[in-house]
Structure formats: structure tokens, C-alpha cells
């Protein structure tokens, strides 16, 4: 058997120089692919994240809206735009205490509209006909909508486009109630038309 010369392992070895070299350069080319398509999904789930951040912040705001007209409604009897019924919500987040940016929720309710008031069983007892120590009202079951609309704002000019908005309407009903007359005159009026559901 006759072994190769050295000059023949040499011209072999010298043939394979550098290739080790490119073997590294296209293992750091994957993996640097790998990286920044991995930057890339983590930047896109954070502005998905933060987006619906930014919608779960106008649905409370907004719902914050209907519960304020709600309670103007119960302890006031009364179905017109309550005072203040435009309000903001400064940001509370940590990032807007760093910056002077201004954001805020801005939060816009509606009247109280009453839709109808259909038979009311608790209202017999209550009314004029029913006996003599309530005979100074009649009562009946009144259903009401009303809405809320919060939409999210940076800085302090009011002509600022919205960064979103989200709109939250609500059904409810009082019985026994009272008729409103100033109730009655919102219905199919500019006020009426501002509720949206």
C-alpha cells in the first residue's frame, strides 16, 4: 500500500483553507435574520398591546360617562345634559408624568332620552287612583337611553385629530317613576340625535 506524499496532504489542506470562515459568516447571517425578524414581531405585539390599551382606556372612560349620566338621572330626576357632562381624564400612566404630552381622555354625554314607558307593576301602588296618601303623582315604568363618547387626545389644542374613540350607549328603566316633562321635551329634538348605540 503505498501512502500519499506530503506535498499531496499540503495541496489538500491549503484547498480547504478559509472555508471554516465562510461557514461562521453564514451562521451569523442566520442568526442575525433570526434577530431582527424576532425584533420585528416583538415591535408589532408591543403597538397591538399598546393599542388595545389605548381602546380598554376609552371603553372605561366612556362607560364612566353613562354611569355619571345614570346617577344624574336617579338623584336628580332629571333627563337633560347634566352640568359638566363634557369632562377629561388626565393620563395617569407613568410615561405621561415623564412628558409634557398631554394626553387625556376627553368623555361627552348625552341626555337622557325617554323612549316609552309600557305597564308598570309596581306603579298601582304609587299612583293618584291607587289610594288617598299617594294621590298627588301618577307613576309609571319609563325606559331611557342615553350615551357616552370618549375619545383619546394628545396636547391641548381642542383641534387635535382623536387618537381613537369608543362610544358606549345604555338602556334603562325607572319605575316607579315619575313623568319629566322636560323628558318628554328632548324627544326628537338636535339632543336626542347625539345618542348613539
Known amino acids: 500500500m503505498r501512502q500519499p506524499s506530503s506535498s499531496t496532504v499540503l495541496h489538500a489542506r491549503s484547498s480547504e483553507s478559509g472555508s471554516a470562515y465562510i461557514i461562521a459568516l453564514?451562521?451569523?447571517?442566520?442568526?442575525?435574520?433570526?434577530?431582527?425578524?424576532?425584533?420585528?414581531?416583538?415591535?408589532?405585539?408591543?403597538?397591538?398591546?399598546?393599542?388595545?390599551?389605548?381602546?380598554?382606556?376609552?371603553?372605561?372612560?366612556?362607560?364612566?360617562?353613562?354611569a355619571r349620566g345614570l346617577a344624574s338621572a336617579f338623584t336628580h330626576y332629571d333627563c337633560s345634559p347634566i352640568d359638566g357632562a363634557d369632562y377629561q381624564i388626565p393620563d395617569q400612566d407613568l410615561t405621561a408624568l415623564m412628558t409634557t404630552s398631554g394626553l387625556r381622555q376627553e368623555v361627552s354625554v348625552t341626555a337622557s332620552i325617554m323612549l316609552l314607558n309600557p305597564p308598570c307593576p309596581l306603579c298601582s301602588v304609587n299612583n293618584a287612583a291607587g289610594g288617598g296618601e299617594a294621590g298627588k303623582q301618577d307613576y309609571y315604568e319609563i325606559h331611557h337611553v342615553l350615551s357616552a363618547e370618549a375619545e383619546r387626545r394628545k396636547g391641548t389644542d381642542p383641534a387635535t385629530p382623536a387618537l381613537g374613540s369608543r362610544t358606549v350607549g345604555t338602556f334603562y328603566s325607572?319605575?316607579?317613576?315619575?313623568?319629566?316633562?322636560?323628558?318628554?321635551?328632548?324627544?326628537?329634538?338636535?339632543?336626542?340625535?347625539?345618542?348613539?348605540?
Open 26 to 66: 453564514l451562521a451569523l447571517v442566520v442568526l442575525s435574520i433570526l434577530g431582527l425578524g424576532l425584533a420585528l414581531i416583538t415591535q408589532t405585539e408591543m403597538q397591538v398591546g399598546a393599542g388595545e390599551m389605548t381602546y380598554q382606556r376609552l371603553l372605561y372612560s366612556a362607560d364612566s360617562g353613562t
Open 174 to 197: 325607572l319605575q316607579p317613576w315619575p313623568i319629566n316633562p322636560d323628558c318628554q321635551r328632548l324627544v326628537g329634538t338636535e339632543e336626542a340625535a347625539k345618542v348613539k348605540l
